[in-house]
């Protein structure tokens, strides 16, 4: 600690005393019987005559400010007052207020470390100390994935996911062993070599194999996990002119490779569809694919896998990926919509809507997700126009905003509802875990990825990027909310809202202290959190854009949420049954995406800006980012 300078506070409070003001009456007569003073004056000549010509300048004050009241109400009263002579008796009326004015009252002079309590004490933090602050958050970060990933390598290494209460492994996304590549680009930024060297290793010596000899596996999950995990690994590591970041791990071009072996086995599931809706599974050894038992393809399956395919006919040369995914796009814009609104399901058979539910929930989310990201993804291109991707993601955000956007009771949050028979009928009140993507694709879609003071200097945003920016906000702090409200500091995969149409006593979070406790109904079949990454992803990206530091410390208290909660001792986390309960009984399953989103969120969110900055890169559903490549 600074050492102390030599004097007291009881110095500093005179100091300030004596500049707090006195009367002028105070003044002259504090000063006339002083006695020291009294008796100088009348021992000295000089004394004397100072004496004298004080009083007489104190007359004169006095008469003219008498004579300049008296000669301005007269000129008022009678007219004849002129503006020289007011001019000149103002004038001399301030030279002598001149004389006696009040010294001005200083700061208290503090040593330094009075310094550092009064400033730690008002709350106000110097900025190095808070980026340290954030750093060592960071870092805390970090950790939590040293001890997921430690779990996970102990008790399931090359299964799909961990079951950490177990300390079992399961293959639940086809066995392609999902945790590893889904974790390996998260290692990457966070500088873990000897994870990435662990990962790595395995994705070299067994991935390739998995692939020609697995069984089936679903599209979309394959594709934004496991792809889109290979393809940002191949990025990171140096290929395609891009970061290096790995310093252990196998050659670029081995991913790529394994990338382009799997991605031929996945376009079956466009080849073999009468429509250029693509069916939702593939089997992976023989290269065939078929339709979901209901005959059904989900919206957002078959409209979120054009980010991987694209880019990996730019790294690769080969344009058949890309025209193949494109295409499913392209027939989207032309099917009927409700205001840029979709139904969930479409048919690979017919290539039209199926049903009439509306959400942006499971199977309609990324849809819309998509739209603006593609978009960002190519517009820089010399591939052809893609305009119409921001134009059907605009007319979808005017859709929502219409028809889907309501306010709870009491308290005012902004929600997303739900339209489950369609735009005629009635609008529930219903929200999922996964709309919590929406605050960060809305704000993503205003400013492309600026910064909104930048955007706002070069005047980029229009009048329905604010408002889009302003729902940004309010839904982010929507979906906080949802963590804040009940007893575990962690949302439920599904809540309802209090509205003036509906409302159920007894279902809410459990945290009675929260002022948002009455507006949250969580029923009991969904008070169950699965470690889900979409709302400190929208706080991530609400972050880079407005830089305000509500979110980081938002995301702070979620990541504590987590660590006291869901941390198994043993290695990894653990999804939980029931939030609204302390202690929660946990559910033994830690889903790929807390290492390849969740996490990777988090570290984003507490660390420098410039780290995959948005205005470069596009992160795919399952947050591997992707380059936006120059023309």
Request: glycine content about 8%; proline content about 5%; hydrophobic content about 35%.
């Amino acid at each position: 600690m600074s050492k102390s300078l030599p004097y007291s506070m009881k110095d500093v409070h005179y100091d300030n005393a004596k500049f707090r003001h006195r009367s002028l009456f105070k003044v002259i007569t504090q000063t006339l019987l002083t006695s020291n003073m009294r008796r100088e004056c009348v021992s000295c000549s000089t004394g004397k005559f100072l004496g004298l010509l004080m009083i007489f300048g104190l007359a004169c004050l006095m008469l003219t400010h008498t004579n300049k009241a008296h000669s301005v109400s007269d000129g008022l009263a009678k007219g004849i007052a002129t503006n020289e002579e007011h001019k000149e008796v103002t004038d001399i009326g301030i030279r002598f207020k001149k004389l006696f004015r009040r010294a001005p009252r200083l700061p208290p002079r503090l040593s330094p470390d009075e310094k550092i309590i009064h400033h730690n004490f008002t709350g106000k933090l110097n900025e190095p100390n808070v980026e340290e602050q954030w750093k060592a958050r960071q870092q805390n970060v970090k950790d939590a994935f040293t001890h997921a990933w430690s779990g996970y390598k102990k008790f399931a290494m090359g299964y799909d996911e961990l079951m950490p209460v177990s300390r079992l492994g399961v293959d639940g996304l086809g066995g392609l062993g999902a945790t590893v590549v889904d974790a390996l680009d998260t290692a990457m930024i966070m500088g873990l070599d000897d994870v990435v060297s662990e990962a790595s290793s395995w994705i070299e010596s067994h991935l390739l194999d998995r692939i020609r000899q697995k069984g089936q596996v679903n599209l979309f999950e394959t594709t934004i996990r496991v792809l889109g995990g290979l393809l940002s690994a191949y990025h990171l590591s140096g290929g395609d002119q891009g970061m290096t970041l790995a310093q252990k791990g196998p050659k670029p071009t081995i991913y790529l490779d394994i990338a382009k072996n799997l991605a031929d086995r996945l376009l079956s599931a466009f080849t073999s569809s009468p429509t250029t809706i693509p069916f939702s599974d593939v089997v992976l050894r023989d290269s065939s694919a078929h339709s979901a038992p209901d005959g059904l393809s989900s919206t957002s399956e078959v409209s979120t896998l054009q980010l991987e395919f694209n880019y990996l006919s730019a790294i690769s040369g080969d344009p058949k990926y890309s025209t193949e995914g494109m295409k499913v796009l392209a027939h989207l814009k032309t099917l009927p919509k409700t205001e840029g609104l979709v139904p969930i399901y479409i048919s690979p058979h017919s290539g039209e809507f199926s049903g009439e539910n509306i959400r942006l929930g499971s199977r309609g989310d990324s849809y819309y997700e998509y739209l603006i990201k593609v978009w960002l993804q190519l517009r820089d291109t010399q591939d052809g126009n893609f305009t119409y991707l921001h134009d059907m993601y605009e007319e979808a955000m005017r859709g929502v905003k219409h028809m889907l956007v309501q306010k709870s009771t009491p308290s005012e949050l902004v929600f997303v509802g739900e339209l489950p028979v369609g735009p005629k009928g009635y609008l529930s009140p219903k929200m999922d875990h996964l709309v919590c993507f929406l605050p960060g694709t809305l704000a993503l879609g205003a400013t492309k990825g600026l910064t909104k003071e930048k955007a706002m200097k070069d005047n980029l945003l229009t009048f329905e990027d604010l408002d889009n920016l302003k729902l940004a906000e309010d839904l982010t702090k929507t979906c906080f909310e949802m963590y804040s409200v009940t007893s575990t500091g962690l949302a439920p995969e599904i809540a309802y809202f209090h509205t003036k149409d509906y409302f159920e006593s007894g279902l809410d979070g459990g945290n009675k202290s929260s002022e948002y406790v009455n507006d949250i109904i969580i029923k009991h079949a969904d008070r169950h959190n699965l470690l889900r990454p979409e709302t400190v992803e929208s706080l991530f990206v609400l972050y880079r854009i407005t830089q305000d530091p509500k979110y980081r410390e938002w995301g702070w208290q979620i990541f504590e949420s987590f660590e006291k909660y869901t941390k198994v001792e043993s290695g990894g986390y653990s999804s939980l049954d029931d939030v609204t309960t302390v202690p929660p009984p946990k559910r033994d399953k830690m889903e790929t995406f807390f290492l390849g989103e969740t996490l990777k969120y988090l570290y984003l969110l507490f660390g420098d800006s410039s780290v995959m900055p948005l205005d470069k890169f596009v992160f795919n559903t399952e947050a591997h980012p992707l380059p936006i490549k120059s023309p």
